[in-house]
């Protein structure tokens, strides 16, 4: 027979209890073995992501696609928007009707199925089997003149590759939404330096995963083949699903407890725009008594818990909203940073490997040399990095090196000159990205935490698709980014002056979230009691 659970929490009703061990230090060691299973999962999941990332613009610019620079950087922006953008669908699908470990477990399957399709078209088999023939290049006049421009080609496989990319970014999304929150109800009854803690681990098991997947899954997409770079993360995401599986017995699972996002977007129109409101309640008039009511339309929350609500999220809101510039620099990471990096001199680490070559190319009238000058710019941002490139391009003192199979014309400047911006990223993600995590969570009501926990995500989406649009705004002819000419490359773009203005947009959003975070924490030192109550009745 087992032991007497006398220090076992109430049971509530509908919520599956873990497994315990005998003995009365049983709760506590599976809870944190529960936590434990979460943040493998989680590095598994992120090993993943990233490995699809971190040579997409490079796998979709080789022979295989043919895409241009802009298409690929595109395309690559496109995914890391929607894998934060359709984060508050995940959220909202668990609050509401699945709840956070099946919704958690739904898209864990998805994300196996979708990742498939990059290893499936890394051979010609497989590509032509989803793609069909790689059209050939259509013949026509040569161009009169040397300044003539071209036009883009049409992108090979865009259709299948976009759809595959989306539903990649569903799953993705789901799961970073979910997964989050779901860790931290592992540990929550273990207190808040529990769930502190369990938050800097999350976050070291994403960055784990991170490296792990930058430093040998993007080797061997570079160096072996894409066929068995991608298909790595497919077997990383297998195994995470298997470890979820697996520990199910001492998780906590939580049925799904509704969401009160309709009262929200209600409280917001009423708020925003009173005539439209006042047209949809002369229709209804029993939604015009929402707030006036005794007895709430939704069971289990009242009209005072819904203004209260209402309250903590537009508190909450301009806090999340100020990041999105951040973001928009966050995310330069997975693709132009990429393409500067495939213009400067990578050193053969394994000369042996014929994948990966570099020729020095004398310029005209000179020899090839690195000028001192470099060393004296101290290039520590991408943009003064760009600047100090575009000088040796421009001076005819270049690189050939060949990456996989695409041949680049990249300056004598090493890539390790990228280390400071990287570096940069990385120290001010511990600042952004932890905090940001534990703020959602413990400032959104019970209620809605998987949907603020996806909103959150979603506004990082946002920050990447505005990344996005404006390659797309500066690629039009007259441009910074419109080299069409130069497929590939961006030898004659000018990147710098697009970074410079990244920095400036990020510098006068730092000022204005200086000001909300201090109106926060004056207006959170002030009678709090209606946003306390609803966070605590969830």
Request: hydrophobic share 45%; glycine share 8%; net charge positive.
């Amino acid at each position: 027979m087992p032991a007497p659970r006398a220090r076992e929490q109430p049971r509530v009703p509908g919520e599956r209890q873990p497994l315990l061990p005998r003995g009365a230090r049983g709760p506590r060691r599976w809870r944190r073995a529960a936590g434990a299973a979460v943040l493998l999962v989680e590095m598994l999941e992120r090993a993943a992501f990233f490995g699809v990332t971190a040579n997409l613009v490079l796998y979709l610019n080789s022979t295989n696609f043919n895409w241009t620079g802009e298409q690929a950087t595109r395309a690559a922006l496109v995914f890391l928007g929607a894998s934060y953008l359709l984060a508050p669908v995940g959220g909202w699908l668990a609050d509401v009707y699945l709840g956070r470990y099946r919704a958690v477990a739904l898209s864990l399957l998805l994300y196996l199925a979708a990742s498939g399709l990059l290893p499936a078209t890394a051979f010609p088999d497989g590509r032509s089997s989803f793609c069909g023939e790689m059209p050939a290049s259509p013949l026509g006049p040569a161009c009169p003149s040397a300044g003539c421009p071209r036009s883009s080609p049409s992108p090979y496989c865009a259709p299948v590759l976009y759809a595959g990319l989306l539903l990649l970014g569903l799953a993705a999304s789901s799961v970073r939404s979910n997964l989050t929150s779901f860790g931290a109800d592992q540990v929550m009854d273990l207190g808040r330096d529990a769930t502190r803690r369990f938050f800097n681990w999350f976050y070291w098991s994403i960055n784990l995963g991170a490296v792990l997947s930058l430093l040998v899954v993007a080797f061997i997409q570079q160096n072996i083949s894409f066929l068995l770079g991608y298909s790595i993360p497919v077997g990383c995401v297998g195994l995470a699903f298997f470890i979820f599986l697996f520990a199910t017995p001492v998780f906590i699972t939580k049925p799904p407890m509704g969401s009160q996002v309709s009262s929200m977007l209600k409280l917001a129109l009423q708020n925003c725009c009173p005539q439209l409101w006042q047209r949809h309640s002369a229709r209804d008039r029993q939604c015009a008594r929402v707030l006036a009511d005794e007895r709430s339309p939704q069971p289990g929350a009242s009209p005072q818990e819904d203004i209260a609500n209402f309250q903590v999220l537009v508190k909450i809101l301009p806090v999340m909203v100020t990041l999105v510039p951040y973001w928009m620099v966050y995310f330069q990471m997975q693709s132009t940073y990429v393409l500067q990096g495939l213009h400067l001199h990578i050193p053969n680490i394994f000369p042996a490997n014929p994948a990966n070559i570099s020729v020095a190319l004398r310029a005209q009238g000179s020899s090839y040399t690195v000028r001192d000058k470099a060393c004296v710019r101290h290039p520590v941002q991408p943009g003064v990095l760009e600047m100090e490139r575009l000088h040796y391009i421009h001076h005819n003192e270049t690189v050939s090196q060949q990456i996989g199979e695409v041949l680049y014309n990249a300056a004598p400047l090493s890539i390790w000159w990228q280390i400071p911006q990287y570096l940069l990223i990385g120290i001010s993600e511990i600042f952004a990205s932890i905090p940001g995590l534990e703020f959602a969570y413990s400032e959104a009501p019970r209620s809605m935490q998987g949907a603020i926990m996806g909103i959150f995500f979603c506004l990082s989406g946002v920050g990447s698709l505005l990344g996005s649009s404006l390659v797309a705004l500066l690629s039009l002819p007259g441009g910074w980014l419109h080299c069409p000419k130069d497929f590939g490359n961006i030898n004659n773009c000018r990147m710098d002056l697009y970074f410079f203005l990244l920095a400036g947009i990020q510098a006068v959003t730092a000022l204005l979230f200086v000001w909300i975070a201090g109106r926060y924490e004056r207006a959170s030192q002030g009678p709090a009691s209606h946003s306390r109550f609803s966070r605590d009745r969830g």
